[in-house]
């Protein structure tokens, strides 16, 4: 299953280029913790995933190196919100 799969895109609703910041965003969680946010069993415990609640970095979990503000990028590029 591709990871990257935006939830509109994932439920077949209409949707536009800004899925694409989901993929982003995605990216960029995967280049900051080195794993993917969505390691499950099955493809159908990977869309519930990707389906339930967003995921957030919190600050404990922000590796050495990287900055809040990157993580803050990352969790509004997924959720798709604009300051």
Known sequence: MNYYIAPEVLCRQNHNFVVDFYALG?????LMMKKTPFKKNSREEIKETILGKPFIIRKSEIPEGWSCEAADF??????????
């Open 26 to 30: 995605v990216i960029a969680h995967e």
């Open 74 to 83: 990352i969790t509004k590029v997924k959720l798709k919100i604009k300051d």
